[in-house]
């Protein structure tokens, strides 16, 4: 059984979300059903919202069930569970979780088991950015792609989808690695590759800020570890390479050639200088005869 909560299947919960509404809407049989078994066995009352819960599970999973090979199984059992959390633990304090509902139900009604495996426990924090997400996708599905001309809606909910993730990914600065953190990145992702066919005024953004994760702690304290790092470095060489005694001749060595090549150029330039003054006067001597 996994226990995985499911944040990556919450971008086709907008398409389960018609399947769980349809089948709710003519579910009299189901409902009747649930009546006499909730009534009788977890709440007295003739029209408490764990009866619909329980229409709702039966209706659904049989719906799955039948057209398993054409649903995405896990992404379906998945809103199932979201959608169970509001009625079972939020509004009505029923005394259960979504997970041990379902327990009841199925025990009940042995006709379902389509979700067993995807169905798990849901804490209030969990609902929440489930929520969060499912609101997301649920805005950018009304963004429809058009070149052709703007769509005032359409570049609407692409405003409400941006400030929502801007607002969600402030959580994620310290964390990226969690799986509602990587669903704002997918999001991130579909967002920009969508908007680029939608025609919007400037005010509506083509993209969304990425999460980069900042931690002062470790920028801070990087020039400290450099400085300590470079110092051990030396400090080795020189314990043990003798890393100084070998520099210091060179560094004579390099002086002694230096100061040689200073002397040599010296001496060249006074024979040069010297030669050209006896070439000079030799240049300008007259002879004159004797009378």
Known sequence: MTSEIGYKYVSLFPEYRVIFDEGSKDNYNNERLCRNF?????????????????????????????????????????????????????????????????????????????????????????FEKLQK???????????????????????SYAKKCATSYKKYIETCRHDSTNEFCKELKNFRRIYVDRMKDILCYENTPKTLPSIIVYDTKVIISIPFVAIIVVSFFFFILNKFFSFGS????????????????????????????????????????????TV
């Open 38 to 126: 909730i009534k009788g066995n977890l709440v007295n009352s003739e029209d408490h919202p764990l009866i619909y819960a329980c229409a709702n599970v039966l209706q659904y999973s049989t719906k799955l069930k039948e057209k398993s090979s054409t649903y995405n199984i896990p992404a379906g059992c998945k809103f199932l569970n979201y959608s169970l959390y509001y009625p079972v633990c939020r509004e009505y304090e029923s005394g259960y979780n979504v997970q041990t509902f379902y327990q009841k139900v199925k025990e009940q009604f042995h006709n379902f088991d389509v979700c067993d495996s995807y169905i798990v426990p849901i804490t209030k924090e969990i």
């Open 246 to 289: 070998l520099i210091c001749p060179q560094i004579r060595k390099h002086k002694s050639l230096r100061d040689n090549h200073d002397e040599g150029t010296h001496q060249f330039q006074n024979i040069y200088k010297s030669t050209n003054i006896n070439s000079y006067a030799k240049e300008f001597h007259i002879s004159y005869k």
């Open 133 to 155: 997400l499912a609101d997301l996708y649920d805005n950018f599905n009304k963004v429809k792609s058009t070149q052709e001309q703007e769509s005032s809606s359409s570049c």
